[in-house]
């Protein structure tokens, strides 16, 4: 079936050109490059997977509770709406957010891959090159995942988010080489990182979870790699070049953050736009996941030196400023420790199972 008609909502031409500008960068120098850049394009190297094979595509998934989310943390509980819905329209708005939720994931991974591959064209330097084409097939099998997950297991898609999609064009129509980095692997793979974890962590589906800890396990090396880059290069910046990136920033914060409402789902269920907005803003679970969502963003900024007074003040009006703290190298590792601990888990039952039916089958044998 074709993915345009599976989705909720129409999502209108069905290619979005983006005009491109700025220049692909070649570079004659194939010998020299940075250690830790090129530690990190290895272990990428090392790090591919198969998502076709990875992943236990054979495990159901109830696509009217793919989540097992709690009635409490949905928007329209406790609401004049909830008491007249049925268990059956419950369920139906449980696999409308599931569907939105992983939407926007798809979309954006799709972004990652283009952008990615704008990093490979325009980046100067020829070890960010090799890492970021080890990106773009990073990328290219997360979206290949997600979709297949919408595809097969929910049945159903939502358009890209017009916040989402306004930051990407914002990033992709920057004609300089570093903001492919600035919007894609610090802003939107920070909030989609955090989004991952959130879900990963409470969800006690275990397709869902072992897709986002895989996922997540890859993005842990993106974000490092835009950490490093963005580093070295603004330290180099003038004080208005920085400005100009911090403004940047600040714009793309607040559109990542009105992202985050669902609003598209409440109105598919006959819900005013203006009074589906009054209920995500009352929800206490969104506003924690508005700003547990900036703990992968904030101090990536800040460690790669854009932490200029009005940024400052923005994060402190947005209450995230607080998370500029965060240990950002503990919560990759621990996204890298969780995919292996969940390997180590799956593979030791299924080799318990294996050794199972194996005894099964020479006791049977030693009956005849």
Not at 260 to 271: A, P, W
Request: with cysteine; glycine share 6%; net charge negative.
């Amino acid at each position: 079936m074709s993915t345009h008609d599976l989705y909720a909502n129409a999502p209108g031409d069905p290619v979005w050109p983006v005009p491109a500008s700025g220049s692909a960068r070649f570079t004659w120098e194939y010998e020299d490059g940075r250690e830790r850049l090129l530690a990190l394009y290895q272990k990428g190297k090392d790090k591919q997977w198969d998502g076709a094979k990875r992943i236990d595509w054979e495990l159901e998934v109830d696509p009217y509770d793919p989540l097992g989310t709690p009635d409490d943390v949905l928007t329209l509980h406790g609401t004049r709406h909830w008491s007249r819905m049925t268990e059956k329209d419950k369920g139906e708005l449980r696999r409308h957010y599931a569907a939105w939720q992983f939407s926007q994931f798809l979309h954006g991974e799709q972004g990652a891959m283009i952008c990615a591959a704008r990093i490979v064209e325009s980046v100067p330097d020829l070890d960010a090159k090799f890492y970021s084409a080890t990106q773009t097939m990073d990328e290219a099998r997360h979206a290949e995942i997600y979709s297949r997950f919408l595809h097969e297991k929910i049945g159903m898609l939502y358009p890209i988010n017009d916040h989402l999609q306004a930051l990407l064009g914002d990033t992709l129509r920057d004609s300089r080489w570093d903001m492919p980095y600035l919007g894609m692997q610090v802003l939107i793979e920070g909030l989609a990182l955090a989004a991952f974890g959130m879900i990963r962590d409470t969800t006690d589906k275990p397709l869902p979870k072992q897709i986002l800890a895989y996922v997540m396990q890859d993005e842990a090396r993106h974000v490092a790699f835009g950490r490093m880059a963005l580093r070295d290069y603004y330290r180099q910046l003038t004080d208005a070049e920085r400005r100009e990136r911090e403004e940047f920033v600040i714009e793309g914060c607040h559109l990542m953050r009105d992202r985050l409402r669902g609003v598209e789902v409440l109105e598919n269920f006959g819900i005013p736009r203006r009074e589906a907005e009054e209920y995500s803003e009352r929800n206490e679970f969104l506003h924690l996941f508005r700003k547990l969502l900036f703990s992968r963003i904030v101090p990536c900024v800040k460690d790669i030196g854009l932490w200029g007074e009005r940024l400052q003040k923005a994060y402190l009006d947005m209450g995230v400023f607080d998370l500029g703290d965060s240990n950002l190298d503990l919560l990759m590792t621990q996204d890298e420790e969780v995919a292996e601990a969940l390997d180590r888990e799956r593979f030791a039952t299924e080799e318990r199972e294996r050794v199972a039916e194996v005894t099964e089958a020479i006791a049977q044998g030693a009956e005849g």
